[in-house]
């Protein structure tokens, strides 16, 4: 009786250390978009007091018209919406294919070809980015929206995160498929696209979300204010000499209210598809 309890105690001590750590965990998540909004309404010098001050002496709500003032936040949002719609379609079409391919086809060099897709992943995007700028310049596509989804068309992630699902589904639907007469390409679209709906959300998610936050290619193919996007528009609100941190903190709280949104909506989908994509390696 004495042991059973004592193992009861053991085992909400090691629950109670669980939830402290993960909830600290989520305070230190949470702790910079809270300090970012804190800012957004600080006047410029409590922004850069020293020592730093947590809650401004009075909101300075004002912050937040005078950006909307400088940046057209309705055109950057359609340019970036834009950007994710013509990246997204292709993304998870020719992921979900190759990945398919990869998991469940047999063909001479498939490991050594899945190995330069893991490669790709390994090496710093920047290696890509004159590559890419060529390409953009030889089909004209410069200071357009065509440009700023060209890096996007394919992703080794995501190529890498629906093999891991087709390897965990189990072969006996393929073999059944089989049987009844259908061939490699029927069977990816009427059997295997279908089931994978959880992993094409995860992916979806992870795509809006890198093309959201991406800089370096927005500013590199477009320099017409016109086809800015939000990173690239944000980032006109650093000076050389002097930054409005209030403001450029109020452009940031505006801008990542939809990706929020985004997660908050497809989250079940989300942490599913994250979930069965690790079942087997």
């Known amino acids: 009786m004495e042991t059973k309890i004592m193992k009861r105690k053991s085992g909400s001590e090691n629950h109670t250390i669980i939830y402290i750590l993960l909830i600290l965990g989520a305070v230190t998540m949470v702790a910079p978009f809270i300090w970012m909004f804190l800012t957004s309404i600080k006047s410029m010098a409590e922004s850069i007091q020293i020592p730093p001050r947590l809650l401004p002496e009075k909101p300075m709500w004002g912050n937040y018209r005078e950006v909307m003032r400088l940046l057209p936040f309705p055109l950057l949002f359609r340019n970036t919406v834009a950007m994710i719609a013509g990246r997204l379609i292709p993304v998870l079409l020719f992921s979900s294919m190759a990945a398919y391919g ?42 357009s929206i065509a440009g700023l989804i060209l890096p996007g068309f394919v992703s080794a992630f995501g190529t890498f995160l629906l093999r891991q699902f087709f390897l965990g589904i189990p072969k006996d639907l393929e073999e059944a498929a089989i049987i009844d007469g259908c061939n490699p390409p029927t069977i990816y679209w009427k059997i295997m696209l279908p089931l994978c709906g959880n992993a094409l959300v995860s992916l979806g998610i992870f795509t809006s979300l890198f093309a959201w936050k991406e800089l370096m290619w927005p500013l590199i193919v477009n320099t017409a204010t016109d086809k800015f996007t939000l990173s690239s528009g944000l980032a006109n609100l650093q000076g050389q000499f002097f930054t409005d941190y209030p403001q450029m903190m109020a452009g940031a709280t505006i801008a990542i209210w939809p990706m929020l949104l985004l997660f908050v909506i497809f989250q079940k989908q989300f942490v599913k598809g994250i979930a069965t994509t690790g079942i087997k390696g």
Do not use: H, T
């Open 102 to 143: 990869f998991a469940r086809l047999n063909f001479p060099g498939r490991n050594a070809l899945f190995s330069l897709v893991l490669i790709q992943m390994m090496v710093p995007p920047q290696i890509f980015l004159i590559p890419q700028y060529l390409i953009a310049v030889r089909l004209g596509w410069l200071d």
